[in-house]
């Protein structure tokens, strides 16, 4: 089983590659965040962190890449252009929207592991 300290300053990236995966692991709160997976999102957890600027604008691309996928979609559709055209605008949305940043956001502020277990001066995260 893989541990994760919160003392790395790539932590939070590794918590989330382990919740994208399912893969079990032993998160370790030894920079006193006040983490608590039972009832916290990575989302949450970050902002207890107090992530850097650059760890928030890499969340707001991966949305804004998605959102604007999404806006290509509709607009695609909305136009007046010869079918060949909105197939490959409506491909590309799509693309944008599901490879682009709905994922990411989604572990991030929804995905919450089924069993946490409380061990000395962390937790243990199982996701079977």
Known sequence: METINTSNTAWIKELSKA???KT?????DDAAIG????????LQMGRKAELDTR????VVV??????????????AVLDP???????FAIGAGAVMALGGG????????NTKPPRVVE???GFEIHWK
């Open 119 to 121: 061990v000395a001066g």
């Open 81 to 87: 252009e010869p079918f060949s055209k909105l197939t």
């Open 35 to 42: 983490i608590d997976p039972t009832k916290d999102s990575i």
């Open 19 to 21: 919740y994208k995966t």
């Open 62 to 75: 991966a949305l804004g890449v998605a959102v604007s996928g999404a806006y290509l979609i509709v607009m």
């Open 55 to 58: 760890e928030w604008v890499a």
């Open 24 to 28: 079990a692991i032993k998160l370790m």
């Open 102 to 109: 709905f994922g990411a956001v989604r572990v991030l502020t």
